[in-house]
């Protein structure tokens, strides 16, 4: 990386406020300054490193060896000498997926304060990733796609349809359908503070009931849904039409995750697992969308922010 592309990075990384995230970790931690104890590596760094790691592709051991050769990287997250394997392991069990929860959704909050973000325009579905089958905690699910059934867990999003990245998910059994995540992950997006409040809603045919239409409607929420199974074939409003392509965005979304991420076959076992994995790849995506956005990229392309930027 150049020396231009390192003064940018840098100032944009500096714009991007991570006292908040550096509170929340430390929660998890017993050190005091001033008390007997040795003092931990740098919470943040750490968080951070699993996000460059993961969009990376890396192994903890090809990570280390990176750092071990960035000298800038290692300065930006307050490393004096790169973390050994083993402290890694031990970071993600002290954390926890519920703390990992609250980082995602203060991103996002940030990001809809920068107006990077926007909810005004919200689309969800679901995705089956597939899982290994000695991981007992997974579940077999309906491939409507592809026609079969895989054996795995589902990824359940609302994306910003403009930004096409994540502003809420959750991980279930691949088995679970869709409009089951609906009430949780609306509840989610309802709960950020933003002076564009939603007014679309897109969804497929899954999501063509009676509870969620009201819901969307008793917040001023226009349902922008496919009805699910009719006896004549309906005739949609240019109106609808024009919205409901713009679903597409979620889909673009999933594609982006399974091919850039190498999320096509899960090498992880466990729900907490994966939901963890999975948060940490979406905050990962959230924060470097931002930098591409102030660097002049596309900010969806991870590629661009690994090849320009590591």
């Given at each position: 990386?150049?020396?231009d592309?390192?003064v940018?990075l840098?100032?944009?990384l500096?714009?991007?406020?991570?006292?908040?995230?550096e509170n929340?970790?430390?929660?998890?931690?017993?050190?005091?300054?001033?008390?007997p104890?040795?003092?931990?590596?740098?919470p943040?760094g750490?968080?951070?490193?699993?996000?460059?790691m993961f969009?990376?592709?890396?192994?903890?051991?090809?990570?280390?060896?990176?750092?071990?050769?960035?000298?800038?990287w290692r300065?930006?997250?307050?490393?004096k000498?790169?973390?050994d394997?083993?402290?890694f392991?031990n970071f993600?069990?002290?954390?926890g997926?519920?703390t990992f929860?609250?980082?995602?959704?203060?991103?996002?909050?940030q990001?809809?304060?920068k107006?990077?973000?926007?909810?005004?325009?919200i689309?969800?579905?679901?995705?089956i990733?597939?899982?290994?089958?000695d991981?007992?905690?997974?579940?077999?699910?309906?491939?409507?796609?592809?026609?079969l059934?895989?054996?795995g867990?589902k990824?359940?999003v609302?994306?910003?349809?403009?930004?096409?990245l994540?502003?809420?998910?959750?991980?279930?059994?691949?088995n679970?359908h869709d409009?089951?995540?609906?009430?949780?992950?609306?509840t989610?997006?309802?709960?950020y503070?933003?002076?564009?409040?939603?007014?679309f809603f897109?969804?497929d045919?899954?999501?063509?009931s009676?509870k969620i239409?009201?819901t969307?409607l008793?917040?001023r929420?226009i349902?922008?849904?496919?009805?699910?199974k009719?006896?004549?074939?309906?005739?949609?409003?240019?109106?609808?039409r024009?919205?409901?392509?713009?679903?597409?965005?979620?889909e673009?979304?999933?594609s982006?995750?399974?091919?850039?991420?190498?999320?096509?076959?899960?090498h992880?076992?466990?729900?907490e697992?994966?939901?963890?994995?999975?948060?940490?790849?979406c905050?990962?995506?959230l924060?470097i969308g931002?930098?591409n956005?102030?660097?002049?990229?596309?900010?969806?392309?991870i590629?661009?922010?690994?090849?320009?930027?590591?």
């Amino acid at each position: 990386m150049n020396n231009d592309r390192r003064v940018n990075l840098r100032k944009i990384l500096s714009n991007i406020n991570l006292s908040e995230v550096e509170n929340i970790l430390k929660n998890n931690y017993k050190y005091q300054p001033g008390k007997p104890g040795r003092p931990p590596l740098s919470p943040t760094g750490m968080f951070l490193s699993f996000i460059l790691m993961f969009l990376r592709m890396e192994s903890y051991r090809d990570y280390q060896a990176f750092l071990k050769k960035d000298q800038f990287w290692r300065r930006q997250l307050q490393f004096k000498q790169p973390p050994d394997i083993g402290s890694f392991t031990n970071f993600l069990k002290r954390i926890g997926v519920k703390t990992f929860e609250q980082l995602f959704t203060m991103v996002v909050q940030q990001l809809l304060d920068k107006e990077f973000l926007n909810i005004h325009t919200i689309a969800q579905d679901g995705s089956i990733l597939k899982g290994n089958p000695d991981d007992n905690k997974g579940e077999w699910g309906w491939d409507h796609i592809n026609e079969l059934y895989i054996y795995g867990y589902k990824i359940n999003v609302i994306v910003d349809v403009h930004a096409k990245l994540p502003v809420a998910l959750t991980i279930t059994g691949a088995n679970t359908h869709d409009s089951t995540q609906f009430q949780q992950l609306y509840t989610t997006v309802k709960s950020y503070k933003t002076r564009f409040p939603t007014r679309f809603f897109l969804g497929d045919k899954a999501f063509d009931s009676s509870k969620i239409r009201t819901t969307l409607l008793k917040d001023r929420v226009i349902p922008v849904i496919k009805a699910a199974k009719t006896r004549i074939k309906p005739k949609y409003p240019p109106w609808f039409r024009k919205h409901y392509k713009k679903r597409t965005a979620v889909e673009r979304f999933f594609s982006r995750l399974k091919e850039y991420l190498d999320l096509k076959k899960l090498h992880i076992y466990g729900r907490e697992t994966v939901q963890l994995y999975a948060y940490l790849i979406c905050i990962g995506m959230l924060v470097i969308g931002y930098i591409n956005h102030l660097l002049g990229y596309s900010p969806r392309s991870i590629k661009t922010f690994v090849r320009m930027c590591t």
